[in-house]
């Protein structure tokens, strides 16, 4: 059995830290339990702590899963540690000088976002690998002794050791990292343990990215795992896995991505149960949206950058917009109406909260049109002050020149128009038509929007699985735990020996990550072991990454897919080995449910749409059942969500009470 379950009887516990709530979600066998509680910026753990107490009795053993945006807003905020980044002589730039792409491709000057080590904090070390990590110039112990005395001179709270070719050979760094260990008592962050791949810039970004945050992560989860009283504390990794709190405290650039990542795990696997394997996930939070494409899986990338900083490793293919509930709108010099990136976050929030905000948000947008019930806030725990957003849209409207509804429905639509364009960036500017996807939304204000960007995207359907507010941790009770291992080897297919080779490589990484599978709590048994091969023809700068058997033919067939051509009298170049050992995830068991009988108790609301007001039914989602069908316009309420459907849509319950949205006719 996986560590994340190693006892059936085990509670476990998942947690999603976001901009405006916390999201927590018990798992007992037979049952799952939720709760929604304010964020605490200033520190997260207070927050994470608080929920625990109050979702956990207090003697009850149980496992947390956590989703942490810690190290994500450390680099957005660029309040992470000094680093010094220890390199080879006359290489200390390579982390400046980055690749020639233009980030403003229109701009005359471009600018880049300064690197996260000073020039002052970059110290050069003699001695020199080549690429097949043989010893062109010797690492001499002077070298080393003179290299440990310049980094502990410059008393950083973090270390970061990347030298050329270290993939292919690890001595160097190795030496360099004890010489710095002996008289320095900081995290170290050694590129060949972290990132053993080619490409010395990704890798030296990587390495330093993971320095960066290693010191607050370290102190965070350090506390997490001490105050928490739980038996073991897991943490939602990039690449949709979960991974052992003591990696993630060494390792904490694997969760840049953390919540989101949840996210689609959660969103695949009830899009799946309702019926779609193909689907767009789409999840509005309170200060941004992630989208991502999910052609029968999640699809991974390791070309991804977190402000600027490249880091390579692999993660979930999530495309990010300043788009959530609490995006402020305002006028900008031109007089045109803007909204996000800007938000007003968990504290004070929208005006509607009634804490202080004073600027129009997408929520306050939605409570004045009447799509967001001042009334069934939390599931009616708590209440809404539309009051408070008159005044501050008035102003708006005026700047505007029209009517506060026609601005509210403004706002709405200027929100919609930027998560559209990212929407379209995962799927149609990659070749997938939307038509063959239903989107999935999830959010706390995911499922307000959804009707209207299926409409616009052009996609099958629109689904919004249970506790939609609450998926990002829920995805996390769905995922597996894993393990990756990788190493670059620059192997022709054009040379005899290269079967032999990569059997060899691959054996050396499977029983490294196995290893440490087993030693994290994993049960041989359980394992499953995939091995992928990063690949090109020779010549090519960048990758495709395919299944290792028979991965000659897969790379000409993939190839051809995704550009149109295919080379078969070109050698091909097998770059990177990759392994990935996953365990299963927890038993989660939905048993279908019995079909609804009658209809349904509706209230009748108004609400402004399209510029005039109309009825609207309301009701609340634990009285909607399967075989439940309701032509809109109509909302649905519950705890974590709040879900609109618009006139000319319907609303069906399938047997595990997924809600689809479909357009009529």
């Known amino acids: 059995m996986s560590q994340a379950h190693e006892n059936a009887s085990t509670a476990v516990v998942a947690v ?13 066998p037979g049952g799952l339990s939720t709760l929604k509680i304010p964020s605490t910026p200033t520190d997260p753990s207070e927050a994470v702590l608080e929920g625990l107490r109050t979702i956990m009795p207090e003697r009850e053993r149980f ?27 006359g290489f200390e730039d390579v982390i400046e000088i980055g690749r020639q792409n233009r980030p403003q491709l229109y701009a005359l000057v471009g600018h880049r976002p300064p690197p996260l080590v000073a020039r002052e904090d970059r110290v050069g070390v003699d001695g020199r690998l080549g690429p097949r990590g043989e010893v062109v110039a010797e690492l001499s112990d002077g070298a080393l002794a003179e290299v440990a005395q310049a980094v502990a001179d410059r008393a950083p709270e973090a270390v970061a050791v990347c030298l050329l070719h270290a993939y292919a050979n690890p001595y160097h760094e190795r030496a360099v990292a004890e010489a710095i260990a002996d008289g320095l008592d900081v995290p170290l962050s050694i590129s060949s343990e972290l990132l053993p791949e080619f490409r010395e810039y990704e890798r030296t970004s990587t390495t330093v990215v993971n320095a960066y945050v290693a010191p607050l992560m370290s102190r965070y989860l350090g506390r997490l795992s001490h105050e928490a009283r739980a038996e073991r504390v897991t943490i939602m990794g990039s690449s949709g896995g979960a991974i052992p709190v003591e990696r993630a405290q060494r390792e904490p650039v694997h969760t840049v991505l953390s919540g989101p990542a949840g996210g689609v795990v959660g969103a695949l696997d009830w899009a799946r149960r309702a019926g779609h394997d193909r689907v767009i996930t789409f999840d509005m939070g309170g200060t941004s949206t992630d989208v991502s494409l999910c052609p029968g899986r999640p699809l991974s990338t390791r070309e991804f950058e977190i402000d600027g900083q490249p880091v390579a490793v692999p993660v979930i293919d999530i495309h990010t917009v300043g788009a959530g509930g609490g995006s402020l709108a305002r006028l900008d010099a031109g007089g045109a109406l803007r909204v996000g990136p800007q938000s007003a976050g968990a504290d004070p929030g929208p005006i509607c909260y009634g804490r202080g905000g004073t600027g129009v948000t997408v929520t306050d947008a939605h409570v004045w049109l009447g799509r967001l019930p001042a009334d069934a806030f939390l599931g009616g725990e708590g209440r809404l002050d539309r009051e408070r957003i008159r005044a501050p849209l008035a102003r708006l409207a005026d700047g505007l020149g029209i009517t506060p509804e026609a601005a509210a429905e403004g706002i709405l639509a200027v929100a919609d128009t930027a998560m559209e364009r990212a929407l379209r960036v995962i799927s149609v500017e990659r070749g997938y038509d939307p038509a063959d996807f239903a989107v999935a939304a999830f959010g706390g204000a995911g499922a307000l929007h959804v009707a209207e960007l299926t409409r616009r995207l052009g996609a099958a359907r629109a689904l919004v699985p249970p506790d939609p507010g609450l998926l990002s941790a829920y995805g996390m009770l769905a995922s597996p735990v894993s393990r990756e291992a990788s190493r670059t080897v620059l192997a022709s297919s054009a040379d005899p020996t290269v079967d032999r080779l990569l059997t060899e490589v691959f054996d050396e990484l499977e029983e490294r990550a196995t290893r440490e599978m087993l030693a994290e709590g994993a049960a041989s048994g359980d394992l499953v072991v995939e091995r992928w091969i990063d690949a090109r023809y020779t010549g ?13 033919e897969r790379f000409h067939a993939s190839h051809l897919e995704r550009y149109g051509y295919e080379r078969r009298d070109t050698p091909l170049e097998a770059v990177t080995l990759r392994v990935v050992v996953n365990a299963p995830p927890l038993p989660l068991e939905h048993q279908e449910l019995p079909p609804s009988p009658g209809t349904p108790p509706l209230t009748q609301t108004e609400v402004f749409y399209a510029g005039e007001t109309v009825r609207s039914g309301r009701v609340w989602r634990r009285d909607l059942g399967p075989g439940h069908e309701i032509a809109g316009p109509l909302i649905v309420q519950e705890y974590s969500a709040t879900t609109w459907v618009p006139p000319e849509w319907r609303l069906t319950v399938d047997a595990y009470g997924c809600l689809h949205l479909v357009e009529d006719a």
């Open 16 to 28: 999603d830290t976001g901009g405006t709530f916390t999201d927590l979600v018990l798992w007992r």
């Open 63 to 89: 496992i947390l899963l956590h989703g942490s945006t810690v190290a994500t807003n450390a680099l957005l905020e660029r309040r992470g540690a000094r680093v010094v980044l220890v390199t080879n002589r």
């Open 540 to 552: 090519q700068s960048f990758e495709l990454r395919v299944a290792a058997h028979d991965w000659i």
